[in-house]
């Protein structure tokens, strides 16, 4: 799992979470976009895609579903 690397601007750590979402105006219903999230900005990462919307699941990093990306 160590190419699983955290989305957010500047780190570096390994992803152990993955937030699924999804923008209604660029995606269809129902594909999932990913961004991996190390244990520090799980909360900052998911927070961000809640409040517009976007946050559709959270889930392990081993446990992305196959159709995500």
């Known amino acids: ?3 699983l690397v955290c989305s957010a601007k ?3 750590r390994e992803a152990s979470w993955a937030h699924l979402w999804n923008n209604p105006k660029l995606h269809t219903p129902g594909r999932r976009k ?3 999230a190390c244990e520090d900005h799980r ?3 998911g927070e961000f895609l809640s409040v517009r919307g ?3 699941q959270t889930v392990a990093a081993d446990a ?3 159709d995500a990306g």
């Open 10 to 12: 500047g780190c570096r």
């Open 1 to 3: 799992m160590t190419d």
């Open 54 to 56: 976007f946050l559709k």
């Open 43 to 45: 909360d900052s990462l």
């Open 64 to 66: 992305i579903p196959a």
């Open 34 to 36: 990913v961004w991996l």
